[in-house]
C-alpha cells in the first residue's frame, strides 16, 4: 500500500549553478519521454518532452538527454534560479500509456 | 492557445457524500481527457480517460466514476465518497493522436473526513 510522508529525492543547488535530474524508465520499448515541474499544490508543468528516434533536445535553459541503452532520462537546467525550486518528475509513453515517475525534489539555496 | 481548467481547487467533504469534478479545455476540438489522482510522494495513478464523447475506459476499479458529456467537459464523479478517496485529483488533456503531449490542470486537493 502507499505510506504517506514518503520523502523524495532530494537534489540541493546553489543558485546560478546548473542542475542534473536523473530518470530511469521501466519499458525499453517507451517512444516518447516528457519531464515536467510540480510546485507545492499546483499541477505538473510541461517543461520538455522527446522521442526516443532523438537523444538530445534543448529547451530554454534546459536540456534533456536520453541514454536508450540503460533507459536513463536526464534534464540538465543551466543557471538554477529559485524560481527552479520544485518537484521534478519524467513520464514516458508506449501505446499511447503514460506511466510516471515519483520525482526528485529540487531546492536551490542562495 | 489551449487552456485548461479544473475546479474546484481544494473540497472537504463528509464520508458517504457525493463528489463532483469538473475539468473543461479551451482552445482544441476532440482532446483525449484524463483523471489522475497523486497521492504525497508518489507516481501519478491513472483514473480515467476518454478519447470522445460518452467514451470512458477505467484504469482502477475504484468508488469513482467518470462522463464526458461534451466534447471538452470531463467529469469525475462519486455517489458516496470513502475516507481513501482523498487525494489530489489532476484532470489532463493530450490532443488526438494518442500519447502525445499531456497537459495538466491546476489539480483538487479533496480531503474526505
Known amino acids: 500500500g502507499e505510506s504517506v510522508g514518503l520523502h523524495l529525492p532530494t537534489l540541493s543547488v546553489q543558485e546560478g549553478d546548473n542542475s542534473i535530474i536523473n530518470c530511469a524508465y521501466s519499458n525499453s520499448a517507451s517512444d516518447y519521454f516528457i519531464w515536467y515541474k510540480q510546485e507545492s499544490g499546483k499541477g505538473p508543468q510541461f517543461i520538455i518532452d522527446?522521442?526516443?528516434?532523438?537523444d538530445k533536445r534543448q529547451g530554454q535553459r534546459v536540456t534533456v538527454l536520453l541514454n536508450k541503452t540503460v533507459k536513463h532520462l536526464s534534464l540538465q537546467i543551466a543557471a538554477t534560479q529559485p524560481g527552479d525550486s520544485a518537484v521534478y518528475f519524467c513520464?514516458?509513453?508506449?501505446?499511447?500509456?503514460?506511466?510516471f515517475g515519483a520525482g526528485t525534489q529540487v531546492v536551490v539555496t542562495p | 492557445s489551449q487552456t485548461i481548467h479544473q475546479w474546484p481547487a481544494t473540497l472537504v467533504q463528509p464520508v458517504g457524500s457525493p463528489l463532483s469534478l469538473e475539468c473543461t479545455v479551451e482552445?482544441?476540438?476532440?482532446?483525449?481527457l484524463y483523471w489522475y489522482r497523486q497521492a504525497a510522494g508518489r507516481g501519478l495513478q491513472l483514473l480515467f480517460y476518454s478519447v470522445g464523447i460518452g467514451q470512458i475506459s477505467s484504469e482502477v476499479p475504484q468508488n469513482l466514476s467518470a462522463s464526458r458529456p461534451q466534447d471538452r467537459q470531463f467529469i469525475l464523479s462519486s455517489k458516496k465518497l470513502l475516507l481513501s478517496d482523498s487525494g489530489f485529483y489532476l484532470c489532463?488533456?493530450?490532443?488526438?493522436?494518442?500519447?502525445?503531449?499531456?497537459?495538466f490542470g491546476s489539480g483538487t486537493q479533496l480531503s474526505v473526513l
Open positions: 489532463a488533456w493530450s490532443p488526438g493522436q494518442f500519447g502525445e503531449k499531456l497537459f
Open positions: 522527446i522521442r526516443s528516434n532523438m
Open positions: 513520464a514516458e509513453t508506449l501505446w499511447g500509456k503514460f506511466q
Open positions: 482552445g482544441t476540438s476532440n482532446p483525449n
